[in-house]
């Protein structure tokens, strides 16, 4: 079968199967990118050792994080298995250690700085939603206009990670922000549109906050998923229960909830040093 026969069927399987735009996109281009490498070998029969070169490559000299590299894994793995129809070759049979990393997190303080610096309307209801719902940020691009609920004061977040839909706090900021915003710009379809309608795009958002970073002096390293790192941890800090955290970022495992205990400040001041009970 030829390569572009293939991504065809490739493309053509996943959208069947209702995986989400963004796992499509994300599955399409890892297989791209792994047809292209295996046509430069110029074999008619890939083996397993063909399949871990490939892994080494990816992760050696194109820096593959964790992510990416399940990324690579779980794509070839369904091509195998969906699109062939044959047997995932063991070179795939792969348990990563995960990295023991921390998220980023800005403080209250930072956020504040971050959204004073940001005059531009569109651009400050874009952070200020990002971190007040702790949104991801396709989450954010996918919002229609009648997700937002002024009523009853949520926002209805559809087709989540995991094509898992669910409600999250509507902020009386952004809600005083959104028809500020909705006067100037009359977006039509999409809560935040491009300058020629449609969908807005997520270089334009990273962008945004990276400009926003510089002006307000923050050097701390930052991307806009870390809004969402930040609205979970300052939820922690106040003494929400982190069950209902999971819920309004739409984890599925608490235990992917849990990584910001390790950064919050509530729960590492609500424990007290045993030196307290000392008389010095």
Request: proline share 2%; with cysteine; glycine share 4%.
């Amino acid at each position: 079968m030829r390569k572009q026969e293939l991504l065809n069927k490739f493309q053509k399987q996943i959208a069947i199967e209702n995986y989400s735009e963004q796992t499509q996109k994300t599955y399409f281009s890892t297989i791209k990118l792994f047809l292209e490498y295996l046509t430069k070998l110029k074999k008619t029969k890939i083996d397993d050792s063909d399949i871990q070169n490939y892994l080494y490559y990816c992760k050696t000299k194109r820096n593959y994080s964790y992510s990416s590299m399940k990324h690579v894994v779980a794509s070839i793995s369904y091509l195998y298995s969906k699109v062939l129809n044959k047997p995932i070759p063991r070179a795939l049979d792969i348990k990563f250690r995960k990295p023991a990393t921390l998220p980023s997190v800005l403080s209250i303080n930072d956020i504040s700085k971050i959204l004073k610096v940001t005059k531009n309307i569109k651009h400050k209801t874009i952070l200020l939603l990002i971190y007040s719902s702790g949104l991801r940020l396709n989450e954010l691009l996918e919002l229609r206009i009648g997700d937002i609920d002024s009523e009853a004061m949520r926002i209805h977040i559809k087709s989540g990670k995991g094509k898992k839909d669910r409600y999250v706090m509507l902020s009386d900021n952004v809600l005083e922000l959104l028809r500020e915003y909705y006067k100037i710009y009359k977006p039509n379809n999409y809560l935040i549109e491009g300058q020629n309608g449609g969908k807005y795009s997520p270089k334009s958002v990273q962008s945004v906050f990276k400009s926003a970073l510089k002006k307000a002096g923050i050097k701390k390293k930052a991307t806009v998923h870390t809004l969402r790192h930040s609205f979970a941890t300052h939820l922690l800090d106040e003494g929400t229960d982190i069950r209902y955290i999971q819920e309004l970022l739409g984890h599925k495992r608490l235990e992917t909830t849990q990584i910001y205990t390790h950064v919050s400040s509530y729960s590492i001041n609500k424990i007290k040093s045993p030196a307290d009970k000392l008389k010095i």
